[in-house]
T-cell receptor
Framework: GAVVSQHPSRVICKSGTSVKIECRSL??????MFWYRQFPKQSLMLMAT?????????EQGVEKDKFLINHASLTLSTLTVTSAHPEDSSFYIC?????????????FGEGSRLTVL | GNSVTQMEGPVTLSEEAFLTINCTYT??????LFWYVQYPGEGLQLLLK?????DKGSNKGFEATYRKETTSFHLEKGSVQVSDSAVYFC?????????FGSGTQLTVLP
């Protein structure tokens, strides 16, 4: 099946610094990628939809200036958590839809666990 | 808006027991329905899917049938194994995005 890779899988940073998480589709092109946040024992919360070559669409309540998303190519989207604070500590997951693929079928990355000290 | 409601966990079963995890959805139109599984320390993986009413998705011994009349997509397996221990997410898909249920933690004991 299609493979989506996230990097880094774990990151620890100091409060006030910025952290970048990469999401790559390894063997397919993804015109659309999604970023989610998962809290312990809770479901995924869609943060934003990232479209190649255009601005991301953010869900209500998600600060676009804090969670910067860039989708510069058909195989790479990045999420940058700017001026991170301890409350930003979470598990961030990306997913990608194959261009022209079945509606709704997504392939997920392994997730990136962010810990802000 | 769209929503997915699934059975709260955690669920603990003995090996070879029968498993049912209930899932119901609300949506406009006719969404595709999915079950995703998250094994410990790993990302989400698609387990099975159904794209229209009465379709049955199946994989690794798991099954779920798209029931339009009851807006349900319950996950079943006749005989669970220890290796099935994971968190299971039901989701409903539109052309734009997927809506996830809260997840059900399954633990299978030997």
């Amino acid at each position: 099946g299609a493979v989506v890779s996230q990097h880094p899988s774990r990151v620890i940073c100091k409060s006030g610094t910025s952290v970048k998480i990469e999401c790559r589709s390894l063997d397919f092109q993804a015109t659309t990628m999604f970023w989610y946040r998962q809290f312990p024992k809770q479901s995924l919360m869609l943060m934003a939809t990232s479209n190649e070559g255009s601005k991301a669409t953010y869900e209500q309540g998600v600060e676009k200036d804090k969670f910067l998303i860039n989708h510069a190519s058909l195989t790479l989207s990045t999420l940058t958590v700017t001026s991170a604070h301890p409350e930003d500590s979470s598990f961030y997951i990306c997913s990608a839809r194959i261009a022209g693929g079945p509606t709704g079928e997504l392939f997920f990355g392994e997730g990136s666990r962010l810990t802000v000290l | 808006g769209n929503s997915v409601t699934q059975m709260e966990g955690p669920v603990t079963l003995s090996e070879e027991a029968f498993l049912t995890i209930n899932c119901t959805y609300t949506a406009t139109g006719y969404p595709s329905l999915f079950w995703y599984v998250q094994y410990p320390g790993e990302g989400l993986q698609l387990l099975l899917k159904a794209t229209k009413a009465d379709d049955k998705g199946s994989n690794k011994g798991f099954e779920a049938t798209y029931r339009k009349e009851t807006t349900s997509f319950h996950l079943e397996k006749g005989s669970v194994q220890v290796s099935d221990s994971a968190v299971y997410f039901c989701s409903s898909g539109s052309a734009r995005q997927l809506t996830f249920g809260s997840g059900t933690q399954l633990t299978v004991l030997p």
